[in-house]
């Protein structure tokens, strides 16, 4: 899992790293913020809703699927992280043909910290507002 403890900058957090602490209230990494891009990038296939039929879909082969129920079928727990896994690429296989891009980390915008359990993860902060967008729409 990418955003786990192996971050090189985990000790280093609290002395700075070079990065900004995120909180809930950054702007930068809001559902707002998200939607704005999910708005860009996103909705031609996945549809403005996130329930797919976005009309670059057409054709596609593969059908962009409903991004507003991963919550409903993880037992209510939005999975976040294999969601920010799988937008950023890192977590698909070579071999699976998948007509949706790689939003890499040099597309994804600043590196901001996040804390979960007590551990401090780096994690690109406009892939972050992505997930809390989408974390804001699942049903
Ligand atoms: C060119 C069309 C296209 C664009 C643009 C696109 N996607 Fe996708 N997306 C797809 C398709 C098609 C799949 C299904 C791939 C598969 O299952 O093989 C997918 C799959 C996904 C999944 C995985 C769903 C699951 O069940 O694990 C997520 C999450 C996702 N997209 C989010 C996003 C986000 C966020 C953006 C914008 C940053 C985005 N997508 C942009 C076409 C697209």
């Known amino acids: 899992m990418r955003w786990g403890p192996s971050s090189l900058c985990l000790f280093a957090a609290s002395a700075g790293c070079g990065l900004e602490t995120a909180s809930e209230a950054d702007p930068r990494t809001d559902a707002l913020q998200g939607r704005a891009f999910f708005e860009r990038d996103c909705a031609a296939c996945h549809g403005a809703d996130g329930k797919g039929g976005g009309t670059a879909s057409l054709g596609l082969g593969v ?4 991004l507003t129920r991963f919550t409903k079928l993880n037992d209510g727990v ?11 690429g890192f977590n698909r296989q070579t071999h699976w043909e998948n007509p949706m891009p790689v939003f890499g980390d040099e597309s994804l915008g600043a590196v901001v910290q996040i804390e979960e359990n007590g551990i401090s993860t780096p994690v690109p902060a406009d892939l972050l507002a992505l997930a809390t967008y989408l974390e804001s729409i699942q049903e």
Do not use: K, L, V
Not at 78 to 88: L, Q
């Open 63 to 66: 059908a962009p699927p409903d």
């Open 78 to 88: 939005f999975p976040r992280d294999r969601i920010m896994s799988t937008i950023d």
